[in-house]
């Protein structure tokens, strides 16, 4: 009985096979025959939709019915393609804007996208948010893809990023930690593409509070930040075993640093820096 059931199932595997191939090449139809700019249809056509990244509860939803052809909605405005019930998108679909050259593309529930991408514009440059959509906006865990390469995988709150997520960027930098209404905000960690690292507070986007900034060749500073720079308490920690500490402000040293050699108990030199960082005085105190 098992043997008289292989034929079948080749079939049927073959048959989704097939399918799965018509609906790609309908898709790519769909993009091109709408989608004006190159660039953009490469975009799309690049970043297809995984439906087996569904939730289980939106990935039972599918429609009675798929449309033969491009279905017109609102006046020519906007098109779909995909499952359908009672003539409105229900199931696995993909929508077309053509006033805002824009796509939607996933699961559908009465006309409305209820897990799947769909285009945006961030900053001007077009990009894809991917996960649960709930009024049209993404909510929960899902991921954000920029066409100039930048990229997001986390949490979002009403179409902004917030909670925990990682955020790497197009020229090699990363940070992971938190966000809040779509900036880093809270505790995390920044690595820049040449080798440095910062491991601590953000405040609106920028460095703000306690933290520790690690050079690529490895001199490390602790302490506090404000408006993305070094202010207030610190102490560096040189990669030859030298230790400074003292107060910084703006990014400079201000004030009298003391200089220790391996640890802070023998300091080795006295430096008085004046408001702008500058060396005003210069004491040596291993002799003394």
């Known amino acids: 009985m098992a043997q008289l059931n292989r034929p079948i199932e080749c079939i049927m595997k073959l048959h989704d096979i097939v399918n799965k191939e018509c609906k790609m090449i309908q898709?790519?139809?769909f993009i091109n025959s709408y989608i004006q700019e190159k660039a953009l249809q490469n975009f799309y056509q690049e970043n297809v939709l995984d439906y087996k990244m569904a939730p289980k509860k939106h990935s039972l939803i599918r429609g009675t019915m798929f449309t033969k052809e491009f279905m017109e909605l609102e006046n020519k405005n906007k098109y779909y393609y995909g499952e359908?019930?009672?003539g409105i998108p229900y199931g696995q679909g993909l929508l077309i804007e053509i006033d805002d050259q824009k796509i939607e593309e996933g699961i559908w529930i009465d006309g409305h996208l209820s897990w799947g991408q769909r285009s945006?514009?961030?900053k001007g440059v077009p990009?894809?948010?991917c996960g649960e959509m709930i009024d049209g906006v993404i909510n929960g865990?899902?991921?954000l893809i920029c066409k100039d390469g930048d990229s997001y995988t986390g949490e979002w709150i009403n179409g902004?990023?917030?909670g925990m997520g990682i955020y790497k960027y197009a020229n090699g930098d990363m940070y992971k930690g938190e966000f809040k209404y779509d900036l880093k905000d809270g505790q995390g960690t920044y690595?820049?593409?040449n080798g440095d690292i910062y491991i601590g507070q953000f405040e609106k986007g920028i460095k703000n509070g306690d933290g520790k900034y690690i050079s690529k060749n490895e001199d490390t500073y602790i302490g506090k930040f404000k408006d993305d720079k070094i202010d207030g308490d610190g102490t560096y920690k040189y990669h030859d075993g030298k230790i400074q500490q003292g107060m910084h402000k703006n990014g400079h040293p201000i004030g009298v640093h003391m200089?220790?050699?391996n640890d802070l108990h023998h300091p080795i030199q006295q430096i008085t820096y004046d408001d702008n960082g500058k060396v005003i005085e210069t004491i040596n105190l291993q002799n003394k």
């Open 127 to 129: 990009s894809i948010v």
């Open 141 to 143: 865990l899902g991921k």
């Open 84 to 86: 359908i019930h009672k």
């Open 27 to 29: 898709r790519k139809k």
């Open 120 to 122: 945006i514009q961030l």
């Open 160 to 162: 902004q990023k917030h």
């Open 259 to 261: 200089i220790y050699k």
């Open 191 to 193: 690595k820049a593409y």
